[in-house]
């Protein structure tokens, strides 16, 4: 519990045995749940996450997106933050972000990964890919994201009813900060975090992902529904 508030951490992990080992060790005494949402890791990731404590949960279909999905119909908290399972978004940043969410009053915080302060962390490919995608979203939903790809964010467990998540691959991470946007009912704010390298293999695929997210964010622009 953090201020009366019950708090659920959301990771979802393909392969992430090094990563996870280290987010877990490292999780603070206030969470109430940690939720590992696996996909047939072909590594210890599952047993590591349970010998610490996490609750783990299989998921058999592929996808980021589609894991948050069983993560979500899983938690049990009041505020549910997420993180990658490859320890580059900071564990210890927890505290700052639940004080900055309750301080700011907000139902959905993004955690930016920028300004990058650790170079090492992110190509210069990346960061294009990045200001490309976030400049688009927020021309599109004239609204300004400095980060619309980041898979760190704190939000209210009962504004997930309010969204239409489709997405169950990568997109998923600028769907559910759309459908928080553009939600006159949802309050938006955003805060800057320090992230750092991911231990571990790369599984994103810049151009594949970065192109279909864009692709992605036009689409849901000019075909999702709007609600009031
Ligand atoms: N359960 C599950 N997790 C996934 C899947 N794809 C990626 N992940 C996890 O989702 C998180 C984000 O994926 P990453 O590969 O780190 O993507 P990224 O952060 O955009 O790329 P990097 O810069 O390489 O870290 C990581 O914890 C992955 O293990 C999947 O299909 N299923
Ligand atoms: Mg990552």
Redesign the pocket.
């Known amino acids: 519990m953090y201020k009366g508030q019950k708090i659920t951490v959301i ?6 045995e090094q ?1 996870i080992e280290k987010i877990l060790k490292a999780m603070p005494e206030f969470v109430d749940e940690t939720i590992v ?3 047939n890791s072909t590594d210890r990731t599952p047993e590591i996450a349970q010998s610490l404590g996490a609750k783990v949960i299989r ?1 058999e279909v ?3 997106g ?2 948050y999905k069983r993560g979500f119909q899983n938690a049990t908290g009041d505020v549910i933050i997420t993180l ?3 320890h ?1 978004y900071p564990v210890d940043a927890l505290s700052y972000l639940i004080e900055a969410f309750l301080h700011l009053g907000v139902d959905f915080l993004n955690a930016s990964r920028f300004p990058v302060r650790d170079r090492s962390s ?1 190509s210069l490919k ?1 960061k294009c890919g990045n200001l490309i995608l976030s400049l688009a979203m927020s021309v599109l939903y004239l609204r300004w994201v400095r980060d619309s ?1 980041s ?1 760190m964010w704190v939000l209210r467990r009962s504004i997930l009813n309010q969204m239409q998540l489709e997405s169950d691959g ?1 997109a998923f991470s600028e769907e559910i900060k759309i459908e928080a946007l553009k939600n006159e009912h949802i309050l938006f704010g955003e805060i800057s975090i320090l992230y750092s390298s ?1 231990l571990g293999e ?3 695929n810049p151009w594949k ?1 970065g192109i279909y997210n864009l692709y992605f964010l036009v689409k849901k622009r000019f075909t999702g529904k709007r609600r009031a």
Do not use: F
Not at 11 to 16: A, F, K, S, T
């Open positions: 990771i979802p992990c393909l392969n992430e990563g949402v696996d996909n998921e592929r996808g980021y589609r894991s990658d399972g490859d580059s992110m990346h790809q898979g990568m991911r790369i599984k994103l992902d």
